[in-house]
T-cell receptor, first 116, second 113 residues
Framework: EAGVAQSPRYKIIEKRQSVAFWCNPI?????LYWYQQILGQGPKLLIQ????????DSQLPKDRFSAERLKGVDSTLKIQPAKLEDSAVYLC??????????????FGPGTRLTVL | AQKITQTQPGMFVQEKEAVTLDCTYD???????LFWYKQPSSGEMIFLIY??????QNATEGRYSLNFQKARKSANLVISASQLGDSAMYFC??????????FGTGTSLTVIP
C-alpha cells in the first residue's frame, strides 16, 4: 500500500512570510496527525484529526498556525506569518480509527522548513 | 510530568555488540502501548517494535527486543549485533487509551566500526 505522502520536502522562507504543507494519509486511515520536530528534539503533536474533526489541538499556536482536513482525507497545515523559531521538520502521520493500543502510526517523510 | 523519558541523549556502541536504550513512561491508564521508532538522518520515522501493557512476554523483532518491566514502568530497547546502519535517533513512544501519542526526546545512537 502507498505510504503517507507529504509535500514539499523542503521549504525555505523569510520570517513573516506564509507557508503551507500538504499531507495525504494512507488510504482508509481516519486519524491524521501533524507533528513539529525541532532539531535535536522529539516530535511534538500540533493537531490530531479524526476524519474531518479536530480531536486535539492544544499545542497548536493558533495565532499563526492553522490546519484543515475538509473532506476527511488529505490535510494542509499553514503558518502565517512564520517566525524564526518555526524552523523544524513537520511530520504528518496517520493511523486507522482503531482505538486499541497496538494501533500504529505511519509517518510521512516530513517537510523541512527553514525560516530565515 | 513527562509521559516518556529517555535519559540518554547519546550512546556509542561497537559494531557487532549489543546496546540498550532506556525508556521510562508515566501513565495511570491500565491499557497502553509502547513503541520504538528509528529516525535516520534522512528524517523518516521507522517503526521498530511494539509492546502492549497486557503482553506477558517481551516483544522481539529480529535484532530488536524490548525489556519490558511493568512495575518499574520501563521499556528499554535492546539492539543485538549492532550494525553501522543502526546509527540513528531512536524514539520511545506511548499510546494511551484516548488515542493520544507521546514521544520521548530521543537517543542518538552511533555505531563505531
Amino acid at each position: 500500500e502507498a505510504g503517507v505522502a507529504q509535500s514539499p520536502r523542503y521549504k525555505i522562507i523569510e520570517k513573516r512570510q506564509s507557508v503551507a504543507f500538504w499531507c495525504n494519509p494512507i488510504s482508509g486511515h481516519a486519524t491524521l496527525y501533524w507533528y513539529q520536530q525541532i532539531l535535536g528534539q522529539g516530535p511534538k503533536l500540533l493537531i490530531q484529526f479524526q476524519n474531518n474533526g479536530v480531536v486535539d489541538d492544544s499545542q497548536l499556536p493558533k495565532d499563526r498556525f492553522s490546519a484543515e482536513r475538509l473532506k476527511g482525507v488529505d490535510s494542509t497545515l499553514k503558518i502565517q506569518p512564520a517566525k524564526l523559531e518555526d524552523s523544524a521538520v513537520y511530520l504528518c502521520a496517520s493511523s486507522s480509527a482503531d482505538r486499541t493500543p497496538r494501533n500504529e502510526q505511519f509517518f510521512g517523510p516530513g517537510t523541512r522548513l527553514t525560516v530565515l | 510530568a513527562q509521559k516518556i523519558t529517555q535519559t540518554q541523549p547519546g550512546m556509542f556502541v561497537q559494531e557487532k555488540e549489543a546496546v540498550t536504550l532506556d525508556c521510562t513512561y508515566d501513565t495511570s491508564d491500565p491499557s497502553y502501548g509502547l513503541f520504538w521508532y528509528k529516525q535516520p538522518s534522512s528524517g523518516e520515522m521507522i517503526f521498530l517494535i511494539y509492546q502492549g501493557s497486557y503482553d506477558q512476554q517481551n516483544a522481539t523483532e529480529g535484532r530488536y527486543s524490548l525489556n519490558f518491566q511493568k512495575a518499574r514502568k520501563s521499556a528499554n530497547l535492546v539492539i543485538s549485533a549492532s550494525q553501522l546502519g543502526d546509527s540513528a535517533m531512536y524514539f520511545c513512544a506511548m499510546r494511551e487509551g484516548g488515542n493520544q501519542f507521546y514521544f520521548g526526546t530521543g537517543t542518538s545512537l552511533t555505531v563505531i566500526p
